[in-house]
């Protein structure tokens, strides 16, 4: 199986259609989508995401602003919201969450990479190649 940090990562950069992510997500056991989870939260805090980044996290999301993880992302407290998103229990809330989790590193990272990296960066997942081949997944 894929490494899971590049999985999440290629999707997050949109370089793995998220249909193959939902896929990889929806095998795992109950515990490995918590962990997966949590993994995505704190990715969220190292990309920097602020409560600024929600909405348009939302929106790429494909999520209704009445998601259980989209009410609690529009709350404020980033940071402790993420850790309440990563928390939720009921599968079809894990995948939603899944969902909410990598877009909000993606709209974080971009903002992060418009200001930090436009002229190079030593961030390895910034290296990731969108032309270079995808491991299936399975």
């Not at 259980?68 to 009921?90: C, E, H, N, Y």
């Not at 961030?123 to 491991?135: D, Q």
């Amino acid at each position: 199986m894929a490494d899971p940090y590049i999985i999440l990562n290629e999707l997050a950069q949109e370089l793995r259609p998220m249909s193959q992510g939902i896929e990889w997500f929806e095998s795992l056991s109950a515990e490995e989508q918590s962990n997966t989870l949590r993994l995505l939260s704190h990715f969220c805090m190292q990309a920097r995401a602020t409560t600024e980044d929600g909405p348009e996290s939302i929106r790429r999301s494909g999520l209704r602003a009445t998601h259980t993880p989209a009410v609690l992302i529009a709350r404020g407290r980033i940071d402790q919201q993420l850790g309440k998103i990563a928390s939720l229990t009921p599968h079809d809330e894990r995948l939603k969450s899944f969902r909410l989790l990598i877009a909000v590193p993606a709209v974080a990272d971009g903002h992060r990479r418009e200001r930090f990296c436009s002229d190079g960066c030593g961030h390895a997942w910034h290296r990731l190649a969108a032309g270079a081949p995808v491991e299936t997944l399975t």
